[in-house]
């Protein structure tokens, strides 16, 4: 009969001692830290490798920033803008520290680099299990391609993940971290909503809500009225009403689809603002119906997250992270415009999830599927754009095929997160009946 010290050296033991091994390694900071340098420096190779295709709205925002700088002449301040004032700071900050085209480009990387640096330090310190949601975050980022960090988005994604992660112990923190990012590019705000339609009692609701978004507010207003952009600095959401329905968008699936059999669905270039928008009354009547079905959607997903935390206040932590992922799924489904950099949006909640979750069936049942389709919806996405664009442009089956099936997830997981907000809710109701 076998000993103990012969049991301890079974294969079956000496399997699970060498996976406990690997885990610790993978898991530890110099692993975490070297799989963020290779994923970056993949991602910063592939954005030279595409050139214009990545680092053309770099190029836009040098050209704002620089003619500014030169002639006085700002966006906000002297004219309307497509993004909202606060976008001004992130891009000066390479025109200051470079005087050329290509140096402002690579600072505009290294600055999204360090702030998803930043990310990553509180997103590994997140409990119970930040580090497995930093590999998870990493293959995200690289599963999406380089698109994301040639464009605001690069530097929005690691600001809503931190206001996330941070939520719970430090709401006003996250609430003025949200605020900030809505005032660079509209998305973050759907995390403010979120911690808004979350937040329980009028104390709490003034000191964590009103308080830090007025705060921040407050700052930009200011300062626009100082430099006097008064006038423009709320344009932001007249410039996207002028916009049409742009080819990647959810909405224009059954058009770009139709394209395989009927060719007077035409897709066209506009030169005003740089992108591929659909033809057509029938294009144009989808365009409009989005300006109304987006507002009110995030609306009724705010009222429905109220509605659960106030039925299960001790799910809220569940509640804010599926209601932002939904807030932000709506602001990518119900959005005429479908800028493939959208997408990097999608990523910070499943991995806040992940990092704050616990090891229960619930929680895995959750955000399992949803992880996986997130993987699957970004890399779907980089094989749209920038790998088969042309090839999607020009209505070719593969890529037209692509593009529907990642716009099909994305409703998918959508429906999702709002099926899961009113399961959470419900079952309280379910389980008093049943008492």
Do not use: C
């Amino acid at each position: 009969m076998p000993s103990a010290s012969d049991m301890s050296t079974t294969p079956k033991a000496v399997g699970k001692d060498i996976l406990r091994s690997a885990t610790r390694v993978l898991l530890s900071w110099p692993a975490l830290w070297i799989g963020f340098v290779l994923a970056h420096a993949w991602i910063i190779l592939q954005a030279w490798v595409f050139g214009q295709q990545i680092l053309g709205d770099v190029g836009l925002y040098e050209w704002w920033v620089r003619n500014g700088m030169a002639v006085g002449w700002w966006p906000v301040f002297g004219y309307d803008w497509v993004y909202p004032l606060g976008a001004l700071a992130p891009m000066a900050v390479p025109a200051l520290l470079t005087e050329s085209t290509d140096g402002y480009s690579w600072v505009w990387m290294g600055l999204v680099t360090v702030s998803n640096a930043v990310a990553v330090l509180v997103l590994g310190r997140a409990r119970p299990r930040g580090r497995v949601a930093v590999w998870f975050w990493l293959a995200f980022l690289v599963a999406l391609g380089p698109i994301w960090i040639g464009r605001l988005d690069g530097l929005l994604a690691p600001l809503i993940l931190v206001a996330l992660v941070v939520a719970a112990k430090r709401p006003a923190l996250a609430m003025t971290l949200a605020t900030i990012g809505a005032w660079i590019k509209i998305a973050p705000g759907a995390v403010a909503l979120a911690l808004a339609a979350t937040t329980s009692g009028a104390k709490a609701f003034l000191r964590n809500v009103v308080l830090p978004g007025a705060a921040v507010s407050a700052v930009v207003v200011g300062v626009a009225f100082a430099g006097g952009g008064q006038d423009n600095v709320l344009d932001v959401f007249g410039e996207q009403g002028d916009r049409q329905l742009q080819v990647e968008a959810v909405g224009a699936t059954p058009f770009t689809v139709a394209r395989l059999w009927d060719p007077s669905i035409q897709v066209e270039y506009d030169k005003v603002i740089y992108t591929y928008e659909v033809q057509g009354a029938g294009a144009d009547a989808v365009a409009q119906a989005l300006d109304v079905a987006l507002p009110v959607a995030a609306v009724l997903i705010a009222a429905l997250m109220w509605w659960a935390a106030r039925r299960r206040p001790e799910r809220v932590g569940d509640i804010l992270l599926i209601g932002a992922a939904a807030e932000l799924l709506a602001l990518i489904v119900f959005n005429k415009v479908g800028s493939p950099q959208f997408i990097a949006w999608i990523g910070p909640p499943v991995a806040a999830a992940i990092a704050l979750g616990t090891r229960s069936q619930g929680t895995r049942r959750t955000w399992f599927l949803p992880a996986l389709g997130t993987l699957v919806v970004a890399r779907l996405t980089m094989e749209i754009y920038p790998l088969r664009y042309g090839e999607f442009l020009g209505g070719w089956p593969l890529a037209t095929s692509i593009g529907a099936l990642r716009n099909a997830l994305l409703v998918a997981l959508l429906v999702g997160a709002i099926v899961r907000l009113v399961q959470i809710a419900w079952a309280r109701q379910t389980v008093s009946r049943a008492g």
